[in-house]
């Protein structure tokens, strides 16, 4: 095994992000292969945080292409998957200048053409459909235009920066490639499995104050009288049974209404009524009555849930203040729809799985005194930027607080037997 470390390149990016320098170190394998990882650092060259990782076999193949977004801004991430921005080319520069001496220094038989095969990366097409996953619609008018997700595909961030140090209780979203339920699903429901939806990437927060659920079922009160009901009975009997049941319903409903005076005169009256346009006032004026309209409160469909958080963002740190903005667009690039190259579609934006983590019982836990969630969409995102009612800056531009609202809406019901395997609360 053999390691160079390269003197720092500088990236101006001009008023937009302005000078960053960066250095990259080429390690060799033993099983001939290569890895390179290439490091944000200060104009000394050194190491300041790691932004990309890529990794040769023997054969020369990239077996591994991973971009640290928790560290990587948007700019760099940017850059990283363009092969002809500066910072591409000054890794290549790199990479080419530690080949030359690491092969001859090596032992691992690691040739020059792989060394410089890891300057390869985060640009390679073929990993990288390898890595989109997913299926996407038959058609090429319906593919979704270049980029998709970019800039948020693997995000893994994190507010504070440092609670994955600690035991504090999360909230976790990912986001997850939307799946439609198709005309022909078997599930009863109709939607797929969350658990089966690919993960582009994930945010994990602290849990904020007033969280709270409400389900809600709709059930409205409904009215049948006794003529309406005679009438449903002689329907009913007429569609199951025929037209001879059909007859025989309605002469037992004259019978009974021809069996006593008062009935007559209540009919008389209602029907009365009907002819004259003036619903049951010929009952309450004449005789100081109404037809019992039996009312009953009836079932009528299931609701879907909305929830809404609120979370005050307040970075502590440059690198704190780079996770905040990985977040907030994390979100609202998340739930924007995606355009199909040839414009004439837009496909649905992704969608989000929400779980709340007690990390004393584990680090992937889910909290059972809290609710559980069924997939959703997000709705509404709204960013307030200066959440103290003061236009207050860090000298890089970056704001002191964000305060961040998003609201979900689950995209189907909950069910009654959807509680049968969660523990706790459910739903």
Partial sequence: ??????????????????????????????????????????????????????????????????????????????????????????????????????????????????????????????????????????????????????????????????IGSTKQDIIKFDMLEYRPSGLNNPKANGRPDVSDGKTIGSVYLAVPGGIQDQTNATWNSEQMNPLQRAAAEAAFAGINQGAAALSDSVKASIEAASKGDGLKQVLSGYFAGQAAGVGQQVMQRGQGQVLNPNMELLFNGPSVRQFSFNFLLAPRSESEQQQVVNIIRFFKQGMSPIKSESNLFLKSPNTFRLRYIHRQSGEDSEHKFLTKFKECALTSTGVNYTPNNNYATFPDGGMVAYQLTLSFQELEPIFNNDYSDKEGIGY
């Fill in 1 to 162: 095994m053999a390691s160079k470390t390269s003197k720092p390149i500088v990236v101006d990016r001009g008023t937009a992000g302005g000078k960053s320098y960066y250095v990259t170190e080429v390690t060799t394998l033993a099983d001939g292969g290569v890895i390179r990882e290439t490091y944000r650092s200060d104009d000394k060259g050194n190491k300041e945080s790691r932004i990309q990782s890529v990794t040769i076999d023997g054969s020369g193949n990239i077996t591994k292409d991973e971009v640290n977004t928790s560290t990587a801004t948007i700019a760099e991430q940017r850059d990283l998957r363009n092969p002809n921005s500066k910072l591409r080319n000054g890794i290549k520069n790199q990479v080419n200048n530690a080949a030359t001496e690491l092969a001859d220094d090596n032992i691992d038989g690691t040739t020059k053409e792989t060394i410089q095969k890891a300057a390869s990366g985060s640009g390679n097409e073929a990993i990288n459909d390898a890595n989109e996953g997913g299926s996407q619609p038959s058609g090429e008018q319906s593919k979704p235009v270049p980029g998709v997700n970019e800039g948020i595909k693997g995000m893994d961030a994190r507010y504070p920066e440092d």
